[in-house]
């Protein structure tokens, strides 16, 4: 190998370096900015505790419940009734229910954004929340690809 060949070779060497390093610290910054601004004190929050838009009184239920992503493949026991908030973060989730007869979404209620809604216990049985959640991204930016897979039981009773 010349000394031209080694110099543009090290020169290649030192673009691709910086553009791992720049594209790094791009990613990691705005992840920063992103858990930064979703931190939000649950009192500030519009909306919360959840209300009937129909006749605007405060959903509740005997025990405020709240699922979120560390209850992923978990059981979870509610009594026939009661009301629960799926709370599984910023992020387009796909949510689906593998009995819908047992647990429902309770219609005409407003949650955060960070939430996918309130569900009640409707019939006694057994039932599967599944979620699948892909990061929110911005036309033209660069935008992390990856899939949250996410799986909580539900026993009515």
Do not use: H
């Amino acid at each position: 190998m010349n000394k031209i060949q080694r110099n543009t070779l090290i020169g290649l060497l030192i673009l691709i370096i910086i553009g791992i390093i720049a594209y790094y610290y791009s990613v990691s910054s705005k992840t920063v900015e992103q858990v930064t601004a979703t931190t939000t004190v649950v009192s500030d929050i519009p909306n919360f505790p959840p209300t009937d838009s129909v006749t605007g009184k405060p959903v509740t239920s005997s025990e405020e419940r709240f699922i979120t992503q560390s209850n992923n493949n978990t059981i979870v026991r509610i009594k026939k009734g009661e009301r629960f908030l799926l709370k599984l973060g910023e992020m387009n989730w796909n949510i689906s229910l593998s009995n819908p007869n047992i647990v429902e979404r309770v219609k005409n209620i407003a949650v955060m954004k960070d939430a996918q809604g309130i569900y009640e216990g409707k019939t006694l049985g057994t039932t599967d929340i599944l979620g699948e959640g892909r990061p929110i991204c911005n036309q033209g930016e660069m935008c992390a690809q990856f899939i949250i897979n996410f799986k909580v039981t539900i026993i009515v009773e």
